[in-house]
């Protein structure tokens, strides 16, 4: 069993070509391309072969959570992954914000993830998470060139903290306004580009490493509070306990 997962997570991974999602109906006049691997890997058949073949692991998911957040009133749904778990996450956290029946903000915490969609994909995000029905946060380490990947047409969504391993840098946190400055776009595209995270050294692996040296920083946010930042967003949340 182990050695499928791993395979077809690498056949995930390598499937750079793009797919069109389906649009939901809170974005209905945005066009939506995903990473076709990390895409069609959660929209795919289920690997139960007892299962009819139009379920989907998406729906697998869904049939998971349902009961857990039926049984529970109050709570919210947190989303997270690793590398190709943190791409997985990112596409089940974007249609799960657009489901009326999951409580909302639904939250997604990506670890090493690399990018998932097109420049519509980060478009989409934007409209979800202004509207507070999605709160997005990725980590990445200064250099990994996962996190980078793929280069052409692939766009980052959400906020991200970088986290380096000298400790001389402190993390550095940013988000991609839609409507910043030029020069702000050029310097977060160079900073999140392949050719600036080349390195000989394997910078993919050691995130549990610097998330516990750099605890405090990330314990200190709070991200209802930077969704209130109209400076770094363009937009503010209200504060009404979300």
């Known amino acids: 069993d182990n050695e499928l997962a791993m395979k077809n997570n690498w056949l995930a991974n390598l499937a750079f070509g793009k797919v069109k999602g389906d649009a939901p109906k809170a974005i209905e006049d945005k066009t939506v391309w995903f990473h076709g691997g990390f895409y069609n890997y959660i929209f795919g058949a289920t690997a139960i072969t ?5 379920r989907r692991k998406y729906d697998e998911i869904l049939d998971d959570i349902m009961p857990l957040l039926q049984d529970n009133p109050g709570y919210k749904l947190y989303i997270t992954g690793h590398s190709l778990g943190g791409a997985l996450a990112s596409v089940v956290a974007f249609y799960l914000a657009n489901d009326d029946s999951i409580p909302k903000p639904v939250t997604c915490i990506t670890f090493a993830s690399p990018r998932v969609g ?4 980060r478009e989409a995000t934007n409209v979800l998470e ?7 946060l990725r980590v ?9 990947m793929p280069m052409t047409n692939y766009y980052h969504a959400g906020f991200q903290i970088r986290l380096y391993a000298n400790p001389r840098y402190a993390p550095e946190l940013t988000y991609p306004k839609l409507k910043d400055s030029f020069w702000s776009g ?16 394997y910078d993919h692996g050691d995130y549990r490493e610097r998330v516990d040296k750099n605890r405090a920083y990330l314990e200190s946010k709070d991200l209802n509070a930077l969704y209130n930042n109209v400076d770094m967003t363009g937009y503010s949340w209200a504060s009404d306990g979300v």
Request: glycine share 4%; hydrophobic share 35%.
């Open 50 to 54: 007892e299962d009819h073949p139009s």
């Open 118 to 121: 097109d420049y519509g994909f």
């Open 130 to 136: 202004e509207a507070k029905k999605l709160r997005v």
């Open 140 to 148: 990445v380490n200064n250099n990994d060139s996962i996190a980078m």
């Open 186 to 201: 050029v310097s977060r595209a160079w900073g999140n580009s392949l050719p600036n995270s080349l390195n000989l050294s």
